[in-house]
């Protein structure tokens, strides 16, 4: 549970994230993961990963967007550490990448390993001018993925949203498809080999056929 789940859901124990923050007025203050939970958890998804190949899974995807515990890790906002998981970019990206290596290191070689981001938190209005990485944003999630074919990742799912209940979602149903554009020209340019999809508000087959 993260830091999103309500007070009816859980006890206050159970409440974890990156850092001690509640969701907002009302909410269980989270209890911020320590470097122990952090390694427990990132063997927990290896296994799981292993436990999926011998149930006869064909693709694993690893869950980062919408707020979910990874997504918390990478967003300045969710995360406050002062630790090797938080501050700079490469901190709040580590517990991603580690999770990463982890099940590639247990799946076969050919199995196809995607990793689903949000590519922005729609929290752009609560920036300062001149001040960089206050939110997770497109430029980060661009640097992310160019990290990602490295490592053995075949796919980046791009969503968006993150964690915040004042976030400013954009309506429009191709905004998606535009983030993941975007981060697949800047792969392209670094001559790295990455496909990238593109996720929600995608209703129609029409819709999903003028994308394809």
Do not use: C
């Not at 752009?124 to 990742?153: C, F, M, N, S, Y």
């Not at 309506?171 to 800047?186: C, H, N, P, T, W």
């Amino acid at each position: 549970m993260t830091n999103s789940t309500p007070t009816l859901f859980q006890p206050p124990d159970n409440v974890v994230a990156p850092s001690a923050i509640p969701f907002a007025e009302g909410w269980h203050e989270s209890r911020a993961l320590s470097l122990k939970d952090i390694k427990d958890i990132v063997a927990a998804f290896a296994d799981s990963a292993r436990h999926a190949v011998e149930a006869g899974f064909d693709i694993i995807e690893i869950h980062g967007a919408y707020g979910y515990l990874l997504n918390e890790f990478l967003s300045p906002l969710t995360n406050r550490r002062m630790d090797e998981y938080g501050g700079s970019f490469e901190n709040r990206t580590r517990f991603l990448l580690e999770v990463v290596k982890a099940i590639r290191a247990v799946i076969p070689n050919g199995m196809p390993l995607f990793v689903r981001v949000s590519a922005i938190e729609w929290m752009e209005h609560i920036a300062e001018p001149g001040q960089a990485e206050q939110t997770w944003d497109l430029a980060q999630t661009i640097r992310l993925a160019k990290l990602l074919p490295d490592l053995g990742v075949d796919l980046l799912d791009v969503v968006s949203g993150g964690d915040n209940p004042a976030k400013r979602i954009e309506s429009d149903k191709y905004a998606q498809v535009r983030l993941a554009g975007r981060i697949r020209e800047a792969v392209q340019r670094e001559a790295k080999t990455l496909l990238l999809g593109a996720g929600g508000m995608i209703s129609e087959a029409n819709m999903a056929k003028v994308i394809v």
